[in-house]
């Protein structure tokens, strides 16, 4: 229900499972506390991992197909650690041709050096959503031309100025939608 009311998967993640541990007033007087940084909220519980000397590097970053017409591309990606992570996130931001904004992201539990030798994936629909409803917000048409995306590794929640957030790496790569 939270991740519904603030459009954040992540907070609703850490809701769920914290609130169950800590009580829902405890999660109101945290979050406020937390400015809505959900995994500084669940580090303040002790119940996320921290580990402020993690490292995290993205390689191998690629989009398949990399042109072609709308339809569904696979963002992969290999993630390389020699400290571990701390509890973190993991986003993807497409920028798009009419300028509307495209994001992603998961929570990211802390791992440790080793926990990262397979390649990694985002999904990316580039076909407009048939239940994309125009009256609740704008909804990206998939127009034909070239995209630009990146992905962020963080601990703690990307772009947070809170204890025990930093960006651990940042990649950037480009697709190309043709007219079908």
Known sequence: ALADKTGSQVLGEVCDLLCDIAGIEEFIKIIQKADL??????ELLNACAINDNGDAEITDLQVDPVSGPQGPRTISFTINSKN?????????????????PIEDGVLMEAQNATAFPVPMSFNLKAEPDPDCDPTQGPCEDWLPGN??????????????????????????????????
């Open 147 to 180: 995209y630009s995306l990146r992905v962020e590794i963080c601990n703690g929640e990307c772009g947070s100025q809170h204890p025990h957030s930093a960006l651990y790496d940042r990649k950037f790569a480009n697709f190309t939608l043709t007219e079908g």
């Open 84 to 100: 571990g992570t701390g509890t973190g996130e993991l986003i993807l931001v497409v920028e798009t041709v009419d300028g509307i």
């Open 37 to 42: 940084d959900p995994i500084y909220y669940c």
